[in-house]
């Protein structure tokens, strides 16, 4: 592993770089947003414009434009650094990233982001299984406030973001969302406020398509009937 300087995902080529070896391992075995892939072959379309927040290195928003035909996608990361290999990645694969530099908040504040070894445990809370490597000081948006940053309507919303998806309770998802895919870290906010978030986005007109470990797939009610059969044919539970 520590020779593979580079991985293909689902079609997507990924520099590996100077990645820890488990990182590498996981990404190399296909472990890496397995559940997240899955879902956005199942529920997004290439008519959706899509915002995911809290993009990683960019495996989602380049499947989602190379493998699935999405024209419009916008990636939000807190982490400068895993911004560089966000946009490497892209070069990589001949696609071009639209992507801001900011973390989902509470406020829109600037916000302490506790940096760790493996770049998708990156948190604005404490984790006290993660020994936090260095601290940076990253802009925060409330979610209207990031959105209104983007020069579309997204249908599509994809949020990844360590904990910080409890900012959402405050929050009102806009009428033009009608699908999202939620990753939810119970370990870090406490099984009750992940219920809370996954009830809240419920009273909001979403129902759950499915799910795949802490992973959602949602829709919006009306998006329900014409998605049920298609979503059912892979696992609910895992």
Same mark, same amino acid.
Request: glycine content about 6%; proline content about 6%.
């Given at each position: 592993?520590?020779k %593979? =300087? ?8 990924? /520099?590996?770089? /100077? ?7 996981? %990404?190399?075995?296909?472990r +890496? ?23 990683g290195?960019?495996?989602?928003g380049i ?5 699935? @035909?999405?024209?419009? +996608?916008? =990636? ?6 895993t ?9 990589? /694969? ?12 509470? =406020? ?16 604005l ?8 490597t ?24 994809? %949020? ?20 999202? %895919? ?5 370990? *870090? ?9 996954? /009830?809240?986005?419920?009273?909001? @007109? ?5 799910t ?5 797939a *949602? ?12 979503? @059912?044919?892979?696992? +609910?539970?895992?």
């Amino acid at each position: 592993l520590p020779k %593979i =300087c580079f991985a293909e995902v689902a079609g997507v080529k990924l /520099n590996l770089g /100077n990645l820890p070896i488990p990182m590498r391992e996981r %990404i190399v075995l296909g472990r +890496y947003e397995a559940a997240e892939l899955q879902m956005c072959r199942q529920i997004l379309t290439k008519d959706d414009p899509v915002v995911e927040i809290g993009s990683g290195i960019g495996l989602l928003g380049i499947f989602a434009t190379k493998r699935l @035909g999405i024209e419009i +996608y916008f =990636c939000v990361e807190a982490n400068e650094e895993t911004v560089a290999m966000l946009v490497a990645n892209h070069e990589l /694969n001949s696609v071009k990233p639209r992507v801001l530099v900011g973390a989902l908040s509470q =406020c829109d504040t600037p916000v302490e982001l506790r940096v760790t070894e493996e770049f998708w445990t990156n948190t604005l809370l404490p984790d006290p299984q993660q020994p936090v490597t260095k601290t940076l000081t990253v802009q925060g948006y409330r979610l209207p406030t990031l959105l209104r940053k983007i020069d579309f309507l997204p249908t599509g919303l994809i %949020i990844d973001v360590e904990g910080a998806e409890r900012c959402l309770l405050s929050e009102t998802i806009p009428d033009s969302v009608r699908k999202m %895919i939620i990753e939810l870290h119970p370990k *870090l906010t406490g099984v009750m406020t992940s219920f809370a978030v996954l /009830n809240h986005l419920m009273n909001q @007109g979403f129902n759950v398509l499915a799910t795949r470990d802490d992973s959602y797939a *949602l829709a919006r009610t009306e998006e329900w009937p014409g998605m049920k059969e298609e979503v @059912g044919r892979f696992s +609910y539970v895992r």
